[in-house]
Protein backbone atom coordinates (compact mmCIF):
# COMPACT_ATOMS: atom_id res chain seq x y z
CA UNK A 1 0.00 0.00 0.00
CA UNK A 2 1.64 3.40 -0.80
CA UNK A 3 1.95 6.05 1.48
CA UNK A 4 3.12 9.05 2.13
CA UNK A 5 4.42 11.30 4.93
CA UNK A 6 5.12 15.13 5.07
CA UNK A 7 8.15 16.33 7.06
CA UNK A 8 9.69 19.43 8.18
CA UNK A 9 9.13 22.58 10.52
CA UNK A 10 5.89 23.28 12.08
CA UNK A 11 7.17 27.01 12.40
CA UNK A 12 8.57 29.33 10.55
CA UNK A 13 9.38 33.01 10.66
CA UNK A 14 8.06 35.71 7.73
CA UNK A 15 10.05 36.22 4.93
CA UNK A 16 11.95 32.75 5.47
CA UNK A 17 11.99 29.67 3.69
CA UNK A 18 9.15 27.31 4.20
CA UNK A 19 10.79 23.69 3.52
CA UNK A 20 9.06 20.55 3.57
CA UNK A 21 9.51 16.86 2.81
CA UNK A 22 7.35 13.94 1.20
CA UNK A 23 8.57 10.61 2.00
CA UNK A 24 7.20 7.77 -0.23
CA UNK A 25 6.87 3.84 0.88
CA UNK A 26 5.22 0.99 -0.52
CA UNK A 27 6.54 2.13 -3.87
CA UNK A 28 9.00 3.74 -5.89
CA UNK A 29 8.90 7.42 -6.91
CA UNK A 30 10.97 6.66 -10.09
CA UNK A 31 9.10 5.57 -12.23
CA UNK A 32 7.66 7.13 -15.51
CA UNK A 33 4.07 6.45 -14.99
CA UNK A 34 3.07 9.25 -11.83
CA UNK A 35 3.45 12.86 -11.18
CA UNK A 36 3.89 13.58 -7.47
CA UNK A 37 2.16 16.92 -5.63
CA UNK A 38 2.09 19.36 -3.50
CA UNK A 39 -1.51 20.97 -2.15
CA UNK A 40 -2.33 23.31 0.93
CA UNK A 41 -5.46 24.35 2.82
CA UNK A 42 -5.31 27.38 5.30
CA UNK A 43 -6.83 26.86 8.19
CA UNK A 44 -10.44 27.11 7.61
CA UNK A 45 -10.36 27.34 3.77
CA UNK A 46 -10.67 25.16 0.58
CA UNK A 47 -7.63 23.33 -1.41
CA UNK A 48 -5.06 24.81 -3.38
CA UNK A 49 -2.55 23.06 -5.88
CA UNK A 50 0.78 24.31 -5.64
CA UNK A 51 3.04 22.05 -7.91
CA UNK A 52 3.59 19.16 -9.35
CA UNK A 53 6.65 16.89 -10.54
CA UNK A 54 7.69 13.70 -12.15
CA UNK A 55 10.20 11.59 -11.34
CA UNK A 56 12.21 12.95 -14.47
CA UNK A 57 12.44 16.32 -13.31
CA UNK A 58 9.31 17.65 -15.16
CA UNK A 59 7.23 20.37 -12.96
CA UNK A 60 4.52 22.11 -13.10
CA UNK A 61 3.39 25.33 -10.86
CA UNK A 62 0.44 26.90 -10.15
CA UNK A 63 1.02 30.16 -11.21
CA UNK A 64 -0.03 32.31 -9.01
CA UNK A 65 2.55 31.04 -6.25
CA UNK A 66 5.24 30.28 -9.00
CA UNK A 67 7.59 33.02 -8.57
CA UNK A 68 8.28 31.80 -4.34
CA UNK A 69 7.90 27.99 -4.78
CA UNK A 70 10.48 25.20 -5.66
CA UNK A 71 9.70 21.67 -6.29
CA UNK A 72 12.41 19.04 -6.28
CA UNK A 73 12.77 15.25 -6.34
CA UNK A 74 15.24 13.47 -4.67
CA UNK A 75 15.26 9.56 -6.17
CA UNK A 76 17.55 7.99 -4.25
CA UNK A 77 15.63 8.93 -1.20
CA UNK A 78 12.54 7.92 -2.74
CA UNK A 79 11.07 11.72 -1.73
CA UNK A 80 10.38 14.55 -3.15
CA UNK A 81 10.29 18.20 -1.57
CA UNK A 82 8.76 22.01 -1.46
CA UNK A 83 10.10 25.33 -0.89
CA UNK A 84 8.51 28.41 -0.26
CA UNK A 85 10.24 31.56 -0.28
CA UNK A 86 9.57 35.02 1.34
CA UNK A 87 7.08 33.56 3.60
CA UNK A 88 4.15 35.38 4.98
CA UNK A 89 1.60 34.75 7.05
CA UNK A 90 -0.64 34.17 4.42
CA UNK A 91 1.52 30.73 3.76
CA UNK A 92 0.06 29.17 7.26
CA UNK A 93 -1.29 25.95 6.09
CA UNK A 94 -2.16 22.29 6.49
CA UNK A 95 0.54 21.06 3.58
CA UNK A 96 0.14 17.81 1.45
CA UNK A 97 1.90 15.91 -0.76
CA UNK A 98 0.50 13.75 -2.93
CA UNK A 99 0.45 11.52 -6.02
CA UNK A 100 -1.44 12.30 -9.20
CA UNK A 101 -3.40 9.09 -10.78
CA UNK A 102 -1.09 8.57 -13.36
CA UNK A 103 1.01 10.68 -15.67
CA UNK A 104 -1.29 12.33 -18.05
CA UNK A 105 -4.23 12.94 -15.00
CA UNK A 106 -3.08 14.69 -12.07
CA UNK A 107 -6.08 14.23 -9.96
CA UNK A 108 -5.03 12.76 -6.28
CA UNK A 109 -5.43 9.18 -5.04
CA UNK A 110 -2.94 8.86 -2.45
CA UNK A 111 -2.75 11.85 0.40
CA UNK A 112 -0.22 12.09 2.66
CA UNK A 113 -1.96 12.77 6.60
CA UNK A 114 -0.45 17.15 5.85
CA UNK A 115 1.76 18.94 8.05
CA UNK A 116 0.73 22.12 9.59
CA UNK A 117 3.25 25.27 9.03
CA UNK A 118 2.92 28.10 11.06
CA UNK A 119 4.60 31.35 9.93
CA UNK A 120 5.05 33.31 12.65
CA UNK A 121 7.36 35.55 14.60
CA UNK B 1 -5.82 30.30 -15.58
CA UNK B 2 -8.85 28.50 -15.36
CA UNK B 3 -11.29 29.13 -12.11
CA UNK B 4 -13.91 26.61 -10.65
CA UNK B 5 -16.49 27.60 -8.96
CA UNK B 6 -18.95 25.59 -6.79
CA UNK B 7 -22.30 26.56 -5.26
CA UNK B 8 -23.71 26.41 -2.59
CA UNK B 9 -20.80 27.23 -0.18
CA UNK B 10 -22.87 25.53 2.39
CA UNK B 11 -25.89 23.47 2.42
CA UNK B 12 -28.15 21.87 5.25
CA UNK B 13 -29.49 18.63 4.48
CA UNK B 14 -31.61 15.41 6.41
CA UNK B 15 -30.33 11.98 6.53
CA UNK B 16 -31.92 10.41 3.75
CA UNK B 17 -32.42 13.69 1.18
CA UNK B 18 -31.35 14.03 -2.53
CA UNK B 19 -27.86 16.11 -2.26
CA UNK B 20 -26.93 18.16 -5.59
CA UNK B 21 -24.03 20.20 -5.70
CA UNK B 22 -22.63 22.54 -8.59
CA UNK B 23 -18.96 22.81 -10.08
CA UNK B 24 -18.93 25.51 -12.70
CA UNK B 25 -15.53 25.63 -14.58
CA UNK B 26 -13.98 28.91 -16.54
CA UNK B 27 -13.46 27.15 -19.81
CA UNK B 28 -14.32 23.71 -21.13
CA UNK B 29 -12.66 21.19 -19.20
CA UNK B 30 -14.29 18.45 -21.53
CA UNK B 31 -14.70 15.92 -18.60
CA UNK B 32 -11.19 16.21 -16.44
CA UNK B 33 -12.95 16.82 -13.34
CA UNK B 34 -13.01 15.10 -9.47
CA UNK B 35 -14.58 15.38 -6.84
CA UNK B 36 -13.20 14.80 -2.60
CA UNK B 37 -14.97 14.30 0.10
CA UNK B 38 -13.20 15.92 3.29
CA UNK B 39 -13.50 15.38 6.72
CA UNK B 40 -12.39 17.74 9.73
CA UNK B 41 -8.52 16.94 10.29
CA UNK B 42 -8.09 14.65 7.29
CA UNK B 43 -6.88 14.66 4.08
CA UNK B 44 -9.75 14.80 0.94
CA UNK B 45 -10.94 11.10 -0.35
CA UNK B 46 -11.21 10.84 -3.93
CA UNK B 47 -15.14 9.72 -5.10
CA UNK B 48 -15.36 10.25 -8.35
CA UNK B 49 -13.04 10.91 -11.21
CA UNK B 50 -13.11 11.83 -15.02
CA UNK B 51 -16.97 13.93 -13.98
CA UNK B 52 -18.47 10.32 -13.55
CA UNK B 53 -16.28 7.65 -12.75
CA UNK B 54 -16.84 6.04 -9.27
CA UNK B 55 -13.69 5.13 -7.11
CA UNK B 56 -12.90 1.70 -6.53
CA UNK B 57 -14.65 1.37 -2.22
CA UNK B 58 -16.71 4.19 -2.68
CA UNK B 59 -20.68 4.03 -2.35
CA UNK B 60 -22.87 3.98 -5.00
CA UNK B 61 -25.14 6.70 -3.49
CA UNK B 62 -22.29 9.17 -4.87
CA UNK B 63 -22.42 9.79 -8.42
CA UNK B 64 -21.14 13.00 -10.35
CA UNK B 65 -22.18 13.85 -14.43
CA UNK B 66 -21.40 16.95 -16.65
CA UNK B 67 -19.19 17.85 -19.25
CA UNK B 68 -18.02 21.47 -20.34
CA UNK B 69 -17.92 23.70 -17.71
CA UNK B 70 -20.71 22.15 -15.82
CA UNK B 71 -20.50 19.35 -13.32
CA UNK B 72 -22.49 18.25 -10.64
CA UNK B 73 -22.17 15.80 -7.74
CA UNK B 74 -25.01 13.84 -6.28
CA UNK B 75 -25.82 11.94 -3.28
CA UNK B 76 -28.59 10.21 -3.61
CA UNK B 77 -29.88 9.60 0.02
CA UNK B 78 -27.76 11.25 2.35
CA UNK B 79 -26.12 9.22 5.12
CA UNK B 80 -24.78 9.93 8.78
CA UNK B 81 -21.77 9.92 7.52
CA UNK B 82 -21.65 11.89 4.13
CA UNK B 83 -21.85 15.05 6.71
CA UNK B 84 -18.30 16.58 5.26
CA UNK B 85 -16.93 19.29 2.78
CA UNK B 86 -16.95 18.34 -0.64
CA UNK B 87 -14.32 19.98 -3.41
CA UNK B 88 -14.21 19.49 -7.08
CA UNK B 89 -11.15 19.90 -8.92
CA UNK B 90 -10.06 20.39 -12.50
CA UNK B 91 -7.16 18.79 -13.91
CA UNK B 92 -6.38 20.04 -17.10
CA UNK B 93 -2.90 20.82 -18.79
CA UNK B 94 -1.04 19.46 -15.58
CA UNK B 95 -2.38 22.20 -13.48
CA UNK B 96 -4.77 21.57 -10.70
CA UNK B 97 -8.03 24.09 -9.78
CA UNK B 98 -9.71 23.41 -6.62
CA UNK B 99 -13.49 24.98 -6.22
CA UNK B 100 -13.65 26.48 -2.99
CA UNK B 101 -15.76 23.33 -1.48
CA UNK B 102 -19.32 23.48 -0.15
CA UNK B 103 -19.72 21.59 3.50
CA UNK B 104 -23.12 19.93 4.26
CA UNK B 105 -24.51 20.06 7.08
CA UNK B 106 -27.24 18.66 9.49
CA UNK B 107 -30.31 20.11 9.22
Known amino acids: QLQLQESGPGLVKPSETLSLTCTVSGGSISTSDYYWGWIRQPPGQGLEWIAS???????YYNPSLKSRVTISVDTSKNQFSLKVNSVTAADTAVYYCARCYSRTSCYFVYWGQGALVTVSS | DIQMTQSPSTLSASVGDRVTITCRAS??????LAWYQQKSGKAPKLLIYKASNLESGVPSRFSGSGSGTEFTLTISSLQPDDFATYYCQQYTSYSGTFGQGTKVEIK
Open chain 2, 27 to 32: QSISVW
Open chain 1, 53 to 59: IHYSGST
